[in-house]
C-alpha cells in the first residue's frame, strides 16, 4: 500500500475527527441547555421592591430589573433561535433566591441582590446594574436621624439580606441593644413600620424610596442617616455559566452603549425622583465592552 496514501487517510481521519469534536464543543450547555430543552426562561423576581420589581395592577412584573431581563430574554430567544420561547416569572425573596436558582426553579435572579463574595460561592453575577446603600426608614416624627438614635429600639431587616447583616454588625459594634425584626419581604416590613411595631426598617435607600412613594399617606416618612453599607446590585445566575454570563453582560454592554440603559433607568427610577448621577452613568460607561 502506498506509504503516502496511508498517511493522507490518516491525517484525514484526524481532521474530520477534530471537525467533529469542535461541533460538539459549540452545542449548548448549562442554562441555555435547560432553557432550549425546556423551551422556557424563568426569570426570579422580588415581589414589591419598587421601582426594581413589583407588580402592575394586572399583576404583571415590571420595574426596571424586569425590563433588563426581559431584554436578556430576548437575547437568549435570538441566540437559541427559538421565537416561540416562553417566559415565565417566580417570585423569589432574601430566603429563596438562592435555592431556587441553584435547584433549577429559576434561570436567573432580577431583583435587588448585592453582590458579595460570600455569595459568589453559591451563585454568579451580571454586571452591576445599580449602586445602593443601607439607610434608615422612618416616620418623620420619630426624631431618629442616625443609627444611633436607634438604641433600645426596634428595627426590622428583611431574612437572608445584606441588610439584615450590616444591621446585626453594626448593632453589635456600636452596642445599640437593638431588638432585631426579620422580615420575610419589604410588605411585612413596611406594615411592621406603619403599625408601630417597629421603630425603623434597614434596606437599601433606593428601596425605601419605592416604599415611600407607593404609600397611603407619604409625606409620614422618610429616609435617613448616612450610607451605612456599599451595596452595588447585580442580576444573579447560576455559578459556572460562562456562555450565559457573557450572554447577560453583553445585553447590558448594548443597553449603555446605546443609551437604552439611561432610558429604562429614568423611565423607573424618576418615579421616586432618583435621577442618573455622574457616578452611575461612569461605571455604565466602565462596563461598555466592545464586540
Known sequence: MNTNIVIRGAVLGLMLACAGTGAGAQEFYGTLKKIKDSGT????????????????AAGKPQGYSIDICNKIAEAVK???????????????????RTPLLINGTVDLVCATTTNTF??????????????????????????????EDLKGKVVSANQGTTNEKVLNELNKRLNLGIKVLSTKDQP??????ESDR???????????????????NPALYTVTGRLLSFDPYAI???????????????????????GEGEKIY??????????????????????????
Open 41 to 56: 426562561i424563568i426569570i426570579g423576581h422580588n415581589e414589591d421592591s419598587p421601582p426594581f420589581a413589583s407588580f402592575d
Open 236 to 258: 444573579v445566575i447560576r455559578r459556572d455559566d460562562s456562555a450565559f454570563r457573557s450572554l447577560g453582560n453583553k445585553v447590558l454592554a448594548d443597553l449603555y452603549r446605546s
Open 118 to 147: 460570600s455569595r459568589q460561592k453559591q451563585v454568579d453575577f451580571l454586571n452591576t446594574m445599580f449602586v445602593t446603600g443601607n439607610r434608615l426608614l422612618v416616620k418623620k416624627d420619630s426624631g431618629i436621624k442616625e443609627i
Open 78 to 96: 435570538a441566540e437559541l433561535k427559538m421565537d416561540n420561547l416562553t417566559v415565565k416569572f417566580q417570585a423569589v425573596n432574601g430566603q429563596t
Open 198 to 216: 417597629t421603630d425603623a426598617h434597614m434596606t437599601d435607600a433606593v428601596v425605601e424610596y419605592g416604599l415611600i412613594a407607593k404609600a397611603k
Open 266 to 291: 429614568t423611565k423607573w427610577m424618576s418615579t421616586i425622583g432618583q435621577p442618573l448621577d455622574a457616578d452611575l452613568k461612569l461605571l455604565m460607561s466602565m462596563q461598555n465592552y466592545p464586540d
Open 188 to 193: 411585612q416590613a413596611w406594615e411592621a413600620l
